[in-house]
């Protein structure tokens, strides 16, 4: 299934642990339960550049520290 236009899927990898109310704050994301590792991997649909970078703010709001993203295939 395609993305819709202009929507793309984007990974978000944390050098932190999320806790509870850190994770509430980005509904629009899933958690990956699958990597062994001592942060968080986020992953979703981001809708546009500003989404984008209401997600980076958020991140920086809550002193999360991004090691890394990626635009993920369609």
């Not at 999320?18 to 992953?43: H, W």
Request: hydrophobic share 45%.
């Amino acid at each position: 299934m395609r993305a819709r236009e202009g929507v793309m899927r984007y990974e978000f990898i944390l050098e932190e642990r999320l806790t509870p109310t850190m994770r509430e704050a980005f509904p629009e994301l899933q958690e990956s339960a699958a990597i062994e590792m001592p942060g968080s991997v986020l992953f979703g649909a981001v809708l546009d550049g500003p989404h984008l970078h209401g997600l980076l703010d958020r991140f920086q709001t809550f002193g999360l520290t991004l090691v890394e993203m990626r635009r993920l295939p369609d």
